[in-house]
């Protein structure tokens, strides 16, 4: 049996892994229940973030430099890909959104596996993120502490703008009903583009807090994707509180697992989107009407 | 009487053409390329597409989880044999294909309960999911990152000689062979009643269950034989390479069959090998450029991007795209002898349309279609609230009332596209509790929609041959060595609907071309392939002109000699013209019922309904 102490730091890399799941799939979620794209190229995109912190941490030694450049950098990545690809996948049947996206992120990966080599990159922790916390009976990395601060309070600002501004009113009532909106007066196409970029800049700085945790290697970001599907499904489509909860969710799962038996942790949290799916297939916090 | 049919004929010419390639091939690639092990692999992957083109090309469901299955085909077989469980090859082999599909059922059981991009996440997670299982709690038995090596191969044994399928010729002969009865099979589905129900979920899902087809019955069976094919695929590999590498569960085994089908062509059967034999060479070709050496992927992942976004039809559906488009002789000879077939039946055309009765054994009931005190809320609005309807057999029955009285859900209702809340409705006396749109098509009640619903893709005659079909074999039939278009009586069905709607002319036309008049008369029809006892008509006026108007109405009431109607209308000439009976609906509830005399000379409905002002 796993000691308190243990049980407790899994407990926190449970929360810290769980808050990142979160604000990635959050951007994946808002892109699908807004455009009804399922960007398979989410992945990469977080993996881009975390290229681009090794780079700027190459040039410069300022970690805060390294997030905003990521976040910079993903957001144009986004623009461009809406503009330049998406945009013209609108009026094709789902299936073909998916494929393209999925040729985007492997394009994505091979450009970098090319620039980078196929070695993993190490990302150094930032100076204020170095040591460990003690709480009392249990030590604990103060990185980590502080990515869950951080992550939190990128969700709390994604809070604010989905739920406190203008945008946010159109962004949720696209996810109602897209249409409406649009009869409405309001040019749904370019709340699009903003939706989409800033979904990708939300996996771009979740892909360069993670970097310092991790191995940064191309293919980083897959993993990382097929959790944030499980999360989705979990949390339910295009709903921010269900990603924000499910992320939490699947990252605790992982983590406990982990104690106990680190091969069953992947087969896991299957297991309960399984069992999501057969006790309320539409996610936790789902609605009915989109399919 | 035997006659030279040339249409069967056709029938088997890819067959034909696929036997003949896969003899003179891999003399050229042994030539050319000194070995026929890359053609070899092509068909491995073409055995896997097979199936995979079957669930995404035909019915439209986008799996990204089928190395899930490809690994568990391949690796218990490969299990099996390595361990000295069994001696048997053949038996192993087919051992591991069973099990792959007994895998399936329970991922698909789960996938479908969702649709489109749900279930590619779905899909997507079981094929990780079981990459982890192979790779840790099972690892002693699959040799986690190891894999399992020394897998034996299959062998005959003829008298006392005695084959081996090892080595590259014998095992492209054992891969071929498979991948031919696999192709053969395949084509027998695709042109057999199930492949056109595929087709129509593809098209249309909603209409397809409306047409009396089980739509989740028949995507689980396509996503189990999928996973049989995958699992076939992978078992050849592992006999092949007498080697089963654990990277055949990755996502990039599932995501490499997806791209391979579409760039060679979805929905054409030999795209997915097609597709393989491009991906594998340029592979092998892109490496030996120095400019792109290890790009390779980035190039190969642009190429596809660049098909997706401009060749969706893939190479193997653009050339056939651009072959029917120089050289139709094939598609208007099809119609032509299809045309002679509807001429014979002239005599017997209006036979089904008019006997819509299927006698059930049961006694009959004075009453077709009863509905109890029905009701039906949306959140805090009550669309529907308490109304009952008794509808004699053969009555015309129209429903009218302002926009939002509850008109089209009450409609709704009736035909079991949602349950009501309470209440209940009876067919023929029957009460359908608990059945759903398709159980109301298959028991003999038909609705035809406001909006039309049709398979904009496929001919007229494809068209109702899919609601011809739909009640002549039950909801749920896997016939898949029957010709589709060989049920005589399905055929004398639709000749007769075309000849009766006068469309004639555009029979063999795709319905997305056609004018609305003509698409309106089709939605109609199909309603009626089903030779429905109880019709549903949801403004079957709306939209014509007045020349389509007339057509219609005469139409509705030649229908409903012998046959039960509902009609909601907005065109209070042709209700007041052809009902027996009207219900006047206001905000959901009953406000008056009964002859076209008595509602015009109701008080309360001019006020309600026709604006308050008296008439004289």
Redesign the interface.
Known sequence: MPTLPQFLSQAFNGIALGSLLALIASGLSII?GTL?V?NFAHGSMFMLGAYTAFVVLGHWDSFAAALAVAALVLLLVGLVTERG?IR?YYR?????Q???T???G??MV??V??VFGPLSQRVPLPSWGQGVINFGFFLYPLYRVEVIGIVAALLFAFYLLLYRTRLGLVVRAGIEDPLMVELLGTHVRRVFMVVFSLGAMAAGIAGATYAPLAAVIPNMG??FL?QC??V??IGG?GSFFGAVVGGLIVGEILSLTTLFD???A??AI?AV??LV??IR?RGLFGTMGR? | MVEWDSRRAWRWLPELSMAIALTILPFAFDTWLGSVDLLTRILIWGVFGLGFDLL?GRT?L?SFGQAAFYGTGGFVTAYLLTSGTLNSAWLAMAIGIVIASVFSVFVGF?AL??????F???T???G??SY??E???L?KWTGGENGLPGVGAPSIRIGEFDYSFTGSWPSYQLVAGFFFIGFVLARFIVLSPVGVVLTAIRQNQQRTAALGHDVRGYKLAVFVLAAAYAGCGGVLLGIFQSYMPPDAFA?ETS?QL??QT?IGGAGTLIGPAVGAAIWLTLRDLLQEVPAIG??W??V???V??VS??FM?NGVVGTIIKLWSRFWPRRGAFASSARADDGANLNETRLAPLTSGLRSTGMTPSPLALEARRISKSYGGIRAVDDVSLALPEGQLHAIIGPNGAGKSTLLRLLAHEEMCDSGHILLHGVDLAGADVTAAFQNGMAKSYQINQLFPQLTVRQNLRIGALGRQRGRLRLDVFQSAERFSETEAIIAALINELSLDECADIVVSTLPYGAKRQLELGLALAGRPSVLLLDEPLAGLSPVERDGVKRLVRSLSKGRTIVLVEHDMDAVFELAACITVLQEGHKLAEGTPEEISGDPKVREAYLGGTVMP
């Not at chain 2, 309960?113 to 749900?118: A, D, E, L, M, P």
Request: charge should be negative; proline fraction near 7%; glycine fraction near 8%.
């Open positions: 699908l009804g399922l690809l013209f094709r049947p789902a299936e073909d998916i494929l393209v999925f040729g985007l492997i394009m091979e450009a596996r090319h897959e993993p097929v599907f499980v989705v499904v489509l680190p091969s069953y992947q087969a299957y989107m399984t799916l057969i297939p399919e | 995404f439209g986008l789960l309960r969702r649709v489109g991009i749900y590619a996440m779905i997507l997670a079981f990780e999911l982890f299982l790779n840790s709690p690892a996502l995501g997806v791209i579409v290890d790009l992927k980035f190969l992942g642009l596809f991007v997706v976004t969706p």
